[in-house]
């Protein structure tokens, strides 16, 4: 009806309505809920991270100044915090994904029944998402010889004495990167499976008439560039979900900061700055970073599997 | 030599990708996935063996995987707790599984209304709207913490329950995935439909909701996870305890297990973890086969 009404006042406008309005409809929900919850604060975060903000007072511009402390001055970051991102996303980020692949391409080659249940036993670790895990990795690597970890290498005689685990900063980075790559098939994984699956077989029987022999062969120049929209799906799933792991260092040691900043990632720096410390601008410019450092690897991931059009 | 060409013939199916039945050459596969197998599913086994422990076992030295005698004690001390504030812990649960009902439930609403929007309308912005969102799908919730922090405090949703549902509904993965799942529907099927006089509203409701329930499925379970394990969102941006998530109620129990409460918060949290996770399982083997077919529509191009 509302449509009618502007259709008699304004026929350009009755057209429009017509024709996009209803579509405009249909996504406003959604719009409105990205636009306050991911484009505003993306946008936030890169306006504030040219102030000074301590949320008492308004934020004073301050220009780079952050930017240029964060490299030059800030020595936990430049010696702990950037180093151990850098180790924790290389190993987890392409690590978690292969080993994805890896095990999504084996259980492809196994009949319908085993593959579901085996697929369901590989994912299931990712659906608990830290929080109901923590318990199960704080018995395991509890300290003190009632640890289920101490108590086993005591009994074989490894070691002499307990070791407190994730207290030393020795073992927490180690400890970290296992926890979080025994839960890293997530939705990349299935999407990956469900891929390698849909692959068309008269293309394996073509490659056998084509000389390709070994199953490596295989994956190289028929399983990988028969699903590479998958393959870039996955790994765009892997560098959020590493990132995202980023506070399982804070949850494992029991605080922030973890250590001697062993298990410090870029993600706990900002949650230091911005709500130990209240400096807003400050954590704003390392939040830039970090979403710029996403990108980054976003970008490789997009080099090695774009569709060529 | 014929009976080996033959019988290679005849299985030749079951030796390739995605075979029908059990072929010798699977074996080697076997081999190689059962270690990793059981490495993934200890924690998992010992979510549900340490819950049903009694007392004497969780402290048993040398400690024991799996439980002897089980009890359901730990679930029954779990429920008759009162956290420090006073509120009784079915209340979290309670608040747990309201928030996570509506969450679902306006998730899949504003994802497959914008994806069908995206998919088979046709409007100025789709694509760069579709582009934006893609882009989107790198987005890290944790990176801006702080700025979602102002907006939630200056839009005055701190202690609301919109808090709980709000953040999650904005899902880029699940637009995503229901919009490529609705590329899949023919165009001629909703072309057919608005020749017959059915509005949009219509064809939305009476002709794909039920044609991509796989994708619904897929976002229903993705929403789940965000939501039910969420601890962040009340230790943020909710004061007021009895308005809390069983989650968080989880967390001050391990940071606690640690400290002086040990010995009566092991037996506790433990229960309370298996009843994080537990939903989570069941959840996703009753969809898992709508979640598989939902994937193969995934591909980023």
Redesign the interface.
């Known amino acids: 009806m509302a449509i009618n009404v502007m259709k008699n006042t304004n026929s350009r406008i009755g057209k429009w309505a017509q024709?996009?309005g209803?579509?405009?409809a249909?996504?406003s929900?959604?719009?409105l809920?990205?636009f306050?919850?991911?484009m505003?604060?993306?946008?936030?975060?890169f306006l504030?991270s040219f102030t000074f903000f301590d949320t008492i007072q308004l934020p004073r511009l301050i220009g780079l100044k952050n930017y240029v402390v964060l490299l030059t001055q800030d020595d936990i970051f430049m010696k702990y915090v950037l180093p151990n991102t850098i180790q924790f996303a290389v190993i987890v980020g392409p690590g978690g994904y292969i080993l994805s692949f890896v095990?999504a391409w084996?259980?492809?080659?196994?009949?319908?029944v085993?593959r579901?249940i085996?697929?369901?036993?590989?994912?299931?670790?990712s659906?608990?998402?830290?929080?109901?895990?923590?318990?199960?990795?704080?018995?395991?690597f509890s300290g003190d010889?009632?640890?289920?970890l101490n108590?086993f290498l005591l009994?074989l005689n490894v070691i002499q004495e307990p070791i407190q685990w994730l207290q030393s900063p020795q073992y927490l980075m180690t400890i970290m990167i296992i926890v979080t790559l025994?839960s890293s098939?997530g939705?990349g994984f299935?999407?990956m499976?469900?891929?390698?699956?849909?692959?068309n077989?008269e293309l394996?029987e073509a490659g056998s008439l084509d000389g390709i022999n070994t199953r490596f062969q295989e994956i190289f120049y028929i399983t990988i560039p028969s699903?590479?929209?998958?393959m870039?799906?996955g790994a765009?799933?892997s560098?959020?979900s590493t990132?995202?792991a980023?506070?399982i260092g804070v949850t494992l040691s029991?605080g922030n900061p973890t250590p001697q900043y062993a298990g410090q990632l870029i993600?706990n720096h900002?949650?230091d700055f911005?709500?130990l410390r209240y400096e807003?601008g400050y954590?704003?410019a390392v939040?830039v970073v970090?979403?710029l450092m996403?990108?980054l690897f976003?970008r490789v991931a997009n080099k090695l599997f774009?569709?060529e059009q | 030599m014929k009976q080996k060409s033959l019988k290679k013939f005849s299985n030749f199916q079951n030796s390739r990708i995605n075979p029908k039945g059990y072929h010798p050459s699977q074996l080697k596969f076997y081999v190689m996935l059962l270690p990793l197998i059981i490495i993934m599913l200890l924690p998992i086994i010992f979510i549900f063996s340490h819950a049903f422990k009694p007392l004497d076992e969780l402290f048993a030295y040398p400690p024991r995987f799996f439980v002897i005698n089980p009890t359901f004690k730990n679930f029954t001390d779990l429920f008759s707790k009162m956290s420090g504030s006073g509120i009784p812990v079915s209340r979290y649960l309670f608040n747990s599984i309201v928030i996570t009902i509506v969450t679902v439930a306006a998730s899949i609403v504003v994802s497959s209304t914008a994806a069908y929007a995206l998919s088979k309308k046709k409007f100025k912005l789709k694509k760069v709207l579709f582009s934006i969102n893609t882009v989107a799908l790198m987005f890290v919730p944790i990176a801006v913490t702080i700025p979602r922090f102002l907006i939630i405090e200056r839009l005055n949703l701190m202690d609301t329950f919109l808090v709980h549902v709000l953040p999650g509904l904005a899902m880029p993965v699940g637009l995503f995935l229901i919009k490529q799942f609705i590329d899949g529907i023919p165009d001629d099927v909703v072309e057919a439909a608005r020749i017959d006089g059915a509005s949009d509203w219509r064809i939305y409701y009476a002709i794909i909701l039920p044609m991509i329930k796989p994708a619904i499925a897929t976002i229903a379970i993705l929403t789940f996870q965000a939501t039910w394990n969420n601890a962040e969102i009340s230790t943020m941006y909710i004061n007021d305890e009895s308005l809390k998530t069983f989650a968080f109620y989880l967390t001050t129990l391990t940071s606690t297990a640690s400290g002086a409460n040990a010995v009566a918060g092991q037996g506790i949290s433990a229960a309370a973890s298996l009843i994080t996770f537990l939903p989570n399982l069941i959840i996703f083997i009753l969809l898992q086969s709508q979640v598989m077919s939902t994937m193969s529509h995934s591909g980023l191009k």
């Open positions: 024709k996009e209803s579509a405009y249909f996504i929900m959604y719009a809920m990205f306050i919850f991911i505003v604060p993306v946008l936030v975060a504030l095990l084996i259980l492809a080659q196994l009949p319908k085993p579901t085996m697929a369901l036993i590989l994912y299931s670790p659906m608990t998402s830290g929080v109901a895990m923590t318990v199960v990795w704080l018995t395991m010889q009632n640890g289920y108590s009994g025994w098939m939705v299935l999407a499976l469900a891929g390698i699956l849909e692959i077989p394996y699903m590479k929209p998958q870039l799906f765009v799933m560098i959020v990132f995202q980023g506070a029991g993600v900002i949650e911005g709500f807003m954590a704003a939040s970090l979403l996403v990108l976003a774009a569709s």
